[in-house]
């Protein structure tokens, strides 16, 4: 999900760059549509198998005592995170699934507001959030992104898959839309507290007169709900989320993508700044899941290869 640093949405789910575009390519598996209403902490077997694990050793001790990594999640963001047939599934569970194989640990996914992801692991709700999260600074140094002001410690990401905001509308009517200057004057949906909502305002502030109205939802579900129903002009979501949505809404009969993919940027795992053993582990596992194919099975699985990277880093957003 792209989504901001405001406190999947006040951590929002995307991400600001130069504009940059990836292809939409293969095609989207049909697996179901995401329910933000239920809480699942069960993503599937994630076949912990504790200290025979090859990386079971670089956890830190509270981590090796539970044998759990807690993930706070925005579970209705198909295909990245949602639910179907009462279990967490999507591209986020299946990586945290191959991390956990890793590990020797259970990633155990914990539903939640994209927005109360942050404060989830100051509190210690969660030890990481991993969401569709888009790696930016802000996010690294905890700034709210419109005010420039600090909400908490930040945290540090790493990174696991690479995307860009697509936008998408209601099929055949694609009202000349091609860039996002073409938004001045309609009326767009988006997620709350997303990295997509940060660009529409920033993209409403060089509008003018030509007003850019701007909806936003708590989930990105809602918001394809409204342009479905002829309540907006175009939606703005990642590209794993327009594209899945494109593919699967209506058997394919409801939207279309317009224009090429925003700003794409890194999506990373979230975890909170004084736990840098766990996070060098996680990074760690994200290599062997690369270096063995596993990484790339899975994005095969979903539908979005396009978005694949060749290397894990961390903090490697802008």
């Known amino acids: 999900m792209t989504a901001s640093t405001t406190p999947r949405p006040a951590a929002a789910r995307s991400r600001l760059a130069a504009v940059g575009a990836i292809a939409v390519a293969g ?11 239920k809480k699942h902490s069960d993503n599937g077997d994630s076949s912990a198998t504790g200290s025979s694990a090859p990386l079971f050793d670089k956890l830190p001790q509270s981590i090796k005592d539970s044998k759990v990594i807690k993930v706070g999640s925005d579970i209705a963001y198909p295909p990245v995170e949602f639910i179907k047939d009462g279990k967490t599934v999507g591209m986020d569970p299946d990586i945290a699934d191959a991390l956990g194989q890793e590990l020797g640990v259970k ?3 914990n539903n939640s507001k994209f927005d109360a992801l942050m404060a989830g692991l100051r509190s210690n709700r969660y030890d990481i959030a991993m969401s569709a999260m888009t790696d930016t600074k802000d996010r690294q140094n905890g700034v709210d992104p419109e005010k420039k002001t ?7 990401f790493v990174d696991y898959f690479q995307a860009g905001v697509s936008m998408y509308v209601p099929k055949g009517k694609t009202q000349g839309i091609k860039s996002l200057d073409d938004l001045c004057g309609k009326k767009i949906v988006v997620q709350r507290g997303t990295t997509s909502e940060d660009m529409a305002k920033k993209q409403a ?11 936003a ?6 918001a394809q709900t409204r342009l479905r129903s002829g309540g907006a002009d175009v939606g ?13 809404s209506g058997g394919g009969n409801d939207f279309e993508l317009v224009g090429d993919q925003v700003e794409a940027a890194p999506y990373g795992m979230a975890v909170p700044k004084n736990q840098s053993q766990l996070r ?4 760690a596992a994200m290599d062997r899941i690369i270096a063995s ?8 699985k979903w539908g979005v290869k396009a978005g694949a990277i060749t290397e894990s880093k961390i903090n490697g957003g802008s």
Do not use: M
């Open 27 to 37: 095609a989207l598996l049909l697996t179901g549509c995401g329910d933000q209403t």
């Open 107 to 109: 990633f155990q996914f």
């Open 150 to 156: 600090k909400v908490g410690d930040g945290v540090d």
């Open 205 to 215: 502030d060089k509008c003018g007169d030509k007003k850019l109205d701007i909806e």
């Open 217 to 222: 939802f708590d989930t990105d579900v809602l």
């Open 236 to 248: 703005l979501s990642d590209f794993p989320v327009a594209a899945y949505a494109v593919k699967t």
């Open 280 to 283: 060098d582990a996680i990074k």
């Open 293 to 300: 194919h596993k990484y790339e099975q899975i994005l095969d």
